[in-house]
């Protein structure tokens, strides 16, 4: 399954008003953060004023808040339909590897918007608990596959759901997070692209020695 898109909808044109308000305030927060973003540039890239903005959002800091749940929702919903408990447990950690790992790489404006907020050290998502209750399904789903992984002696039975998600998210998150300074430094320069293939297979190798018994 092919992860959605977050960033601008495809008929830009065609949106509401208050929905290209919304997704020119992502993009913007993705590039300058929450504190460089201004009122202005959001109103001026949704060919608006300052004052619709503050209509249908009320503060930059709501609309930021609403921007964070949004980007976190889209990754968990289309986690969700990955339909893996149809699968075999080491086939289903697989692909939700594999997938975690290329919806992080084909969606850079969701890792800027997670790096923006631990910059602010997660001010807003403390304040948040549907974002706590919406992540929840991360560790749920990784749970199922575990437990039936570990029923059958597939899994060590002392790895746990939070581990590896660190685990999946360290891998796909540096890959995009650091991918300026790596190329740079270790790969000539090089489009980060390149090594999506060698990089996701590195990913799944190194989760399933993690978890294997």
């Known amino acids: 399954m092919e992860p959605q898109d977050i960033s601008l909808p ?39 004023t300052k004052r619709m903005v503050v209509y249908h959002f009320k503060s930059k800091e709501l609309l930021y808040v609403q921007v964070l749940e949004y980007v976190y929702t889209q990754i968990r919903t289309s986690e969700r339909q990955l339909n893996l408990a149809d699968l075999p447990p ?63 002696q597939l899994f060590n039975a002392a790895i746990t759901a939070k581990d590896v998600h660190r685990l999946i998210s360290s891998f796909s998150f540096y890959h995009v997070a650091n991918s300026y300074t790596f190329s740079n430094l270790f790969e000539e320069g090089r489009d980060p692209a390149e090594y999506t293939d060698h990089y996701r297979k590195m990913a799944v190798q190194v989760v399933l020695r993690y978890i294997g018994p």
């Open 90 to 152: 080491v086939e289903a950690m697989v692909q939700l590897v594999e997938w975690t790992f290329d919806f992080h790489a084909q969606h850079p404006d969701f890792i800027r918007i997670i790096c923006m907020e631990n910059m602010q050290r997660g001010r807003f998502i403390k304040e948040s608990s549907f974002l706590r209750e919406i992540n929840r399904s991360a560790l749920d789903l990784l749970e199922e596959i575990l437990s039936r992984g570990q029923a059958r």
């Open 10 to 48: 495809e008929r830009f044109a065609e949106a509401s008003l208050k929905e290209k308000i919304f997704f020119s305030a992502l993009t913007l927060f993705a590039e300058f953060g929450l504190n460089g973003a201004r009122m202005e540039q959001i109103a001026e890239k949704a060919g608006t």
